[in-house]
């Protein structure tokens, strides 16, 4: 069960490759940007991949070794996660 949950994270490295943001800086300027922020509405493509990018932080959290690394991407996952909240919200 272990070797296939792998599976799943390396396949979702591949999507994110050339997608998403993969360091702190990148998603911590990403979602300065977002909703909330003076921007409004996210165009698609920017949910879609906003939302990638929660997919890979959630799964950056769960892959911390660390209280701090963990903490840090947990930080980042919920200002992911509010952004896309607003702007689901804005939408009605």
Known sequence: AELASLRKTRTLEV???NSVPRKLTDIRRLTSRLPGRGV???????????LLT????????????T??????WAESLVSLY????EDL???R
């Open 89 to 91: 919200v804005e939408a």
């Open 40 to 50: 409004g509405r996210l165009w698609q493509g920017d949910f879609e991949r906003t």
């Open 67 to 72: 209280d701090h690394q963990r903490d840090v």
């Open 15 to 17: 999507i994110c490759d």
């Open 82 to 85: 509010e952004a896309i909240k």
């Open 54 to 65: 929660m997919v890979y932080t959630a799964q950056r959290v769960m892959a911390s070794t």
